[in-house]
C-alpha cells in the first residue's frame, strides 16, 4: 500500500476542550488513499525533540484534499502541536495500518472511549454512506460532557444515532460504555469495532464473545517508526508471540490478541 512522507499545511485548529485539539490538514495524497482505522505518524516540531513522530488516527476526511487528526495533550509532542497556529506545515507520514474490514449485510455498533473515537468519526461516515440501508449504532465515552459533546455532534451530524455515557453523569449514561452495551441487544449478526482504553476494549470484547458478536478492535500504543521496524507497538497474539499494531493493524479482530484481563 503506498504512504507519503509530506510538509502538510494546517489548515483549521479547533479546541473543544482545555487540552483536546483537532487539526484540519491539507494533503490531497494522504487523503485520498486514507481508510477508516488508518493513522499517520506526525513530527510534531521542528528540532530533534522530540526526535520521534507521534501517531494519530485519521479522525475524519473530507473534499478529497482534507483529513483531520483529534488528540488530548498529554506530553511535550501534543503539547508542541496544540501550539501549532493555522498556516503552518507539519511532516507527516501516511497513511499507515491496517483498517476496519466492513461487511454491510450485518449490523453495525461502533463502541469508543475518551480520544478512541477519534476514528470512528471516519468510520461511521464511511458506514452511513457505503451501508445506507443499514447505518451505524454508535456508542461514545469520555469523562465528562465538556470532552464529549463536541464528539457526539459530529456523529450526529451524519445522522447517526449516539448512546452516550460519562464518568461523572454531566451527559448521557452516568457511567462506562459496557454498561450502555449491555442493555441492548443488537442481534446475531452484530460487528462491533471498538477504539478506547485498553481496559474498555478488553470488557467490550469479552461481552462481545459472550453474545456471539463479532469484535474489531483499533489498538492504540505506542509508536517510534510506525512501520514494523522498531518493534516499539508490538501486541501479545491468542497464537503465540507478537503482532506488529502499525502495520499488522492496528485494527485487529479482537479474538486474534491475547488479552490479559485481571
Known sequence: MSQFQEKTQIIRIERFASDIVRLTLDSPDITSLAQPGQFVMVRTGNSNDPLLRRPFSISQTSNGKHFQILFKVVGRG???????????YLSILGPLG??????????????????????????????????TSNPPLVI?????????????????????????????????????????????????????????????????????????????????????????????????????GYAHACCDGPVFDAKELLWQVK
Not at 214 to 233: I, K, P
Open 140 to 240: 461514545l465515552g469520555a469523562r465528562t460532557r465538556e470532552e464529549l459533546d463536541p464528539l457526539v455532534n459530529d456523529f450526529n451530524e451524519l445522522g447517526l444515532s449516539v448512546h452516550s455515557a460519562t464518568d461523572d453523569g454531566t451527559l448521557g449514561h452516568h457511567g462506562l460504555v459496557t454498561d450502555v452495551l449491555k442493555g441492548l441487544d443488537l442481534g446475531p449478526n452484530c460487528q462491533a469495532y471498538v477504539c478506547g482504553p485498553h481496559p474498555m476494549m478488553a470488557a467490550v470484547h469479552l461481552l462481545c464473545k459472550d453474545r456471539g458478536y463479532a469484535c474489531q478492535v483499533s489498538m492504540e500504543t505506542s509508536m517510534a517508526c510506525g512501520m514494523g521496524a522498531c518493534l516499539g507497538c508490538i501486541v501479545p497474539v491468542e497464537r503465540g
Open 98 to 131: 491496517q483498517g476496519f474490514r466492513v461487511d454491510c449485510q450485518r449490523t453495525h455498533c461502533l463502541v469508543g472511549g475518551g480520544m478512541g473515537i477519534a476514528p470512528l468519526l471516519f468510520l461511521g461516515k464511511y458506514l452511513s454512506r457505503k451501508c
Open 78 to 88: 501534543t503539547s508542541l502541536l496544540a501550539h501549532c497556529r493555522e498556516g503552518e
